[in-house]
């Protein structure tokens, strides 16, 4: 079935970039997302593109979309402490009729001092 | 707005009580979403409505889960009776249309179940 995968853990010393990849199945997805859960609280939707879009760039975070290799990644400039959270990648696709996120397991961005 | 609300934020309980979490969507949004999360299975979709209808359950895990929606403001989730391995944060989410754009969480029920 439709799966979404990211890497469980990356460490970064603050004021680094710090780069988030995620791999997706489905060719058909349409929108991918990226969300930050920061401890103790739910999740939270950062930025999007939509699957025409090869990049997308939002201030400190810049979004790469390899559509070819179903391939995402999430870029943070000058990574802060506050940065430190859980990445959920996900891809919106259509299943019979209705659309669903399929989720990532979450990637855990640690920041080193 | 007041965001998505969820309550209790924390429950204890036994094994074999009832257990009812509560969630109250975003006014005007379509969608309602019902997640689980733990460190074993990350994030999983139970349940999910559009219009309060329920579209698709299939991430529910067995029949001692229910969710309901009886109006566009209020949705529970019961599990009946409850188990330890069922012990996770549990999130409700909304999203303004019936297409699975941008979902806003609640803060989460954090369920313990001992």
């Known amino acids: 079935g439709e799966d979404v995968e990211q890497s469980l853990f990356l460490s970064v010393r603050e004021g680094d970039s710090s780069v988030i990849n995620c791999t997706y199945t489905?060719?058909?997805?349409?929108?991918l997302y990226w969300y930050k859960q920061e401890p103790g609280a739910g999740l939270q939707l950062l930025t999007y593109?939509?699957?025409n879009m090869d990049m997308k760039q939002d201030q400190r975070l810049t979004v790469l979309l390899n559509k070819k290799d179903k391939h995402l990644s999430l870029r943070i400039a000058d990574t802060q402490t506050g940065d430190s959270a859980i990445y959920f990648c996900a891809s919106k696709i259509e299943l019979g009729g209705n659309y669903q996120l399929i989720w990532g397991a979450g990637t855990k961005l640690i920041i080193k001092p | 707005d007041a965001g998505v609300i969820q309550s209790p934020r924390h429950e204890v309980t036994e094994m074999g009580q009832e257990v009812t979490l509560r969630c109250k969507p975003i006014?005007?949004?379509?969608?309602l979403f019902w997640y689980r999360q733990t460190m074993m299975r990350g994030l999983e979709l139970l349940i999910y409505f559009n219009n309060n209808v329920p579209i698709d359950d299939s991430g529910m895990p067995e029949d001692r889960f229910s969710a309901k929606m009886p109006n566009a403001s209020f949705s529970t989730l019961k599990i009946q009776p409850s188990e330890p391995r069922d012990s996770a944060v549990y999130f409700c989410a909304s999203s303004p249309t019936r297409n699975a754009d941008t979902q806003y969480f609640g803060p989460g029920t954090r369920l313990t179940v001992l």
């Open positions: 489905d060719s058909s997805s349409t929108y």
């Open positions: 593109i939509f699957s």
């Open positions: 006014s005007g949004h379509n969608s």
